[in-house]
């Protein structure tokens, strides 16, 4: 009955010590980050992935300049416990050429500030003289100080630009949006085609980048087809013609590419 008693007893303090090991451990764990956070923020560093075609739109600067108007003093000032990292992103994600934000700080101290860009992929000159662009995912943005981007430029009638133009299939603007991607999933109408015109009509007339010939394409219909016919035209006629024998390329007529 003793022996079992001294076991009962000793297991109780292998317990305890375990649980003061526990207690110990937690403490310094607590102390270490508590010690972390009152430091201050070693420096910013700032990564700004490029375009497709190796440009920014942005730059570092102006990822500075977007963050002390928001926090009104510079990180590198701030204590680690009061940078607030959520906001710092959402700051950061309402720029108008910042697609994503991602921030972290590592353990050296370091705040790092990963940034991913819109990727234009229209420009938009409307009748009413406005001048922005729209990125792969339809989102409007304003033109960049940094950069002119090149990119297929859309001119002529086209209405203001509405919040909801996305959900009008019939609507010019999502139209010139949806022709613009196809154009440019095209490995060879995407270096050819330079402009989009929109006419009285609500009529399409591309501008090659070669030659000075205007593409009649018409209303935006039988979008596949047309496209087809331009293709066998230009690298079955044009190779033979040269670039200067038609001022027009008409593909409005059924099955037909009617030249002047």
């Known amino acids: 009955m003793a022996v079992k008693l001294k076991t009962d007893i000793d297991g109780m303090v292998r317990r305890l010590m375990w649980v003061a090991v526990g207690f110990m451990l937690f403490a310094i764990v607590i102390s270490m980050v508590a010690k972390k956070e009152s430091k201050k923020v070693a420096s ?36 680690l416990a009061v940078v607030d990292v959520k906001r710092l992103e959402k700051v950061l994600n ?45 989102k409007k943005m304003p033109p960049s100080k940094n950069f002119t ?34 154009l440019n999933a095209d490995d060879f109408l995407h270096p050819l085609i ?3 015109y929109v006419n009285n009509k609500g009529e399409f007339v591309l501008a090659p980048k070669l030659g000075k010939q205007k593409i009649l394409f018409g209303r935006y219909a039988e ?16 190779p033979y013609k040269g670039w200067t024998k038609y001022k027009t390329i008409d593909l409005r007529y059924d099955k037909q590419v009617v030249c002047r």
Do not use: C, W
């Open 44 to 79: 910013v560093k700032i990564e700004l992935m490029p375009l497709k075609d190796g440009h920014f739109l942005i730059t570092k600067e102006d990822v500075h300049l977007a963050i002390d108007r928001s926090f009104g003093i510079p990180l590198e000032t701030m204590p």
């Open 94 to 138: 309402e720029e108008p050429f910042v697609k994503n934000a991602n921030v972290y700080i590592g353990s050296d101290n370091v705040l790092n500030i990963m940034i991913e860009q819109h990727e234009p992929v229209l420009r938009i000159i409307d009748h009413n003289g406005l001048n922005y662009y729209l990125d792969e995912n339809g």
């Open 149 to 182: 981007t090149r990119v297929l430029v859309a001119t002529g009638n086209i209405p203001p630009y509405q919040e909801d133009y996305l959900t009008k299939k019939n609507g010019v603007l999502y139209q010139l949006f949806e022709f613009a991607q196809i």
């Open 194 to 196: 330079e402009q989009i």
């Open 223 to 238: 979008v596949d087809e047309r496209l087809k016919r331009l293709k066998v035209f230009y690298k079955e006629v044009i």
